[in-house]
Structures are given as C-alpha cells and as structure tokens.
C-alpha cells in the first residue's frame, strides 16, 4: 500500500481476487479511487493489489468471509483505518453451487444465499454509515442474467433476483443522503465461474463460449473489463441521477 493521501475517496471490492471483482478493482484505482481489494483470503487479493500500486494507484488486500457479520465489521474497521472510509462499495463477491432442484441440498442453497445476498445486506450496513457521514456514496451490487430463471440454478438465480429487490430497497432509502444503488447484471461473461458451469454441463469451455456468443446479438461473449466498465459509470460523481436501476450488460436486449 502506497502512503495515504487524505483527498482521495475509497472504494471497496468484493470477491475481488480475480474475473469481474479484479477487472473493477484495477478500473477503479485508474479512475483515481484508492481501492479495497476484498476477498475469502487476504493473499488472493494481493496480486490485485500489486498490479494497482505498480500502475501508481493505492490498494489494501483484506481477507473476509462477507457472509460472516463480524469478519465484515472488522474488514470494514480495517479498511476505513488503514486506506480511509469507504465511500463506494460493489458486492461481487459470488459462489456456485448448481444442480437441479432435487438434488440440491440445504448447504448449497445456504452456501449461495449467504454470500450473494447476506453478503452484500452486512458489507451495505457496514460501509452505509461512512457514507452518509461523507453525505456521498455509491453501491453497486452484481446480479446476473440469471436472475430471470436459469436450469440448475434455483440458489443462484433467487439470490440474484433478491439483490436486484435490494439494490431498489437502498435507493428509496439512502438516496437523501446522497447515496445511489444500483445493480448490474452480467450476462455471459468468459471467467473461472462460467468455466466451472461448463464443466457441470460436460462441455470444453470454448466450445461452450461459442455457443453462447452465437445466441447474443454482438456476437461475442462479455469479458470482464466490460462489466467494469458499466460499474465505473455507476460509482462516478456524473451518475448521481442514476439510482436503483438494474442494468443488464449482455451483449443484446433482455426483458
């Protein structure tokens, strides 16, 4: 972490160590944010971490469980004393657990619930207050294009489709502090978690990635940086008129 400058605002990422949570901690730090670089394990996140210093940028690596009330509290604490508080918070951090509906089992609907949704309600509570004190915040929580249904996906797609009710939730109710919300659903984007859902349909994954790209109107699937770049509009001063909207970044319309 580079020496602490008290003018530069801080954002926080979940599940940051790599694919989508990365791709937006780097494009934060280039948009002058100090960044937070959360994820299950403190060393996961610090080759993030490295690539945002060597570009000039400042960044801290914290290990949490985001579904863990007080390892929240603590990383929150931690982050506001050693970077600064936190004024923009994007809740990525995701597991999956898929299997059809008779097969799955309470841990696994637990598992995903837990982190997607219990997740992004303890980092919200915990980051809000530093917000509201800074009288500006801005929250972006990843849902996905599977919130609308998706075979094998019952935990994941509730817990997607419960983050959007959130994210309208937090914008009734924290915009007079000058705080917006606002969800983005991804929805092919080529990284490790779409990989492993190839994996469970029996497909190479390039052969999967294929396929999918011939059903979306660019004709190609999403990468990374793509998501990124919608969250950096969103966690900007010019989006202060953007407030509890879910927007869908695939490649093409969906309802």
């Not at 998706?150 to 419960?162: D, L």
């Not at 950096?232 to 989006?239: H, I, N, R, V």
Request: glycine letters at 10%; a negative charge; charged letters at 15%.
């Amino acid at each position: 972490m580079t020496e602490q400058s008290s003018s530069q605002q801080v954002a926080v990422v979940t599940g940051a160590a790599r694919g989508i949570g990365a791709a937006t901690a780097l494009r934060l730090a280039a948009d002058g944010y100090a960044v937070a670089v959360v994820d299950l394990e403190e060393s996961a996140g610090r080759e993030t971490v490295e690539k945002i210093i060597a570009n000039g940028g400042r960044a801290l690596a914290v290990g949490a469980d985001v579904s863990d009330e007080a390892q929240v509290e603590a990383a929150v604490a931690r982050i506001a004393a050693e970077l600064g508080a936190p004024v923009v918070l994007v809740n990525n951090a995701g597991v999956l657990r898929d299997n059809l509906l008779f097969k799955m089992s309470a841990a696994d609907w637990d598992t995903v619930l837990n982190v997607h949704l219990r997740g992004a309600f303890l980092m919200t509570r915990a980051c809000q207050k530093h917000m509201v004190d800074a009288g500006f915040g801005r929250i972006v929580n990843l849902s996905s294009s599977s919130a609308q249904g998706n075979r094998g996906q019952a935990n994941y797609s509730a817990a997607k489709a419960g983050l959007q009710g959130f994210t309208k939730t937090l914008a009734i109710e924290l915009g007079k502090f000058g705080i917006t919300a606002n969800a983005v659903a991804p929805g092919f984007i080529a990284t490790d978690m779409t990989a492993a859902t190839a994996a469970r349909v029996g497909m190479e994954f390039e052969a999967f990635k294929q396929a999918a790209a011939s059903q979306i109107p660019v004709n190609r699937v999403g990468v990374p940086e793509d998501i990124a770049h919608t969250i950096s509009f969103l966690t900007s001063k010019g989006a202060g008129f953007v407030s509890g909207q879910v927007i869908y970044v695939a490649g093409g319309p969906l309802d």
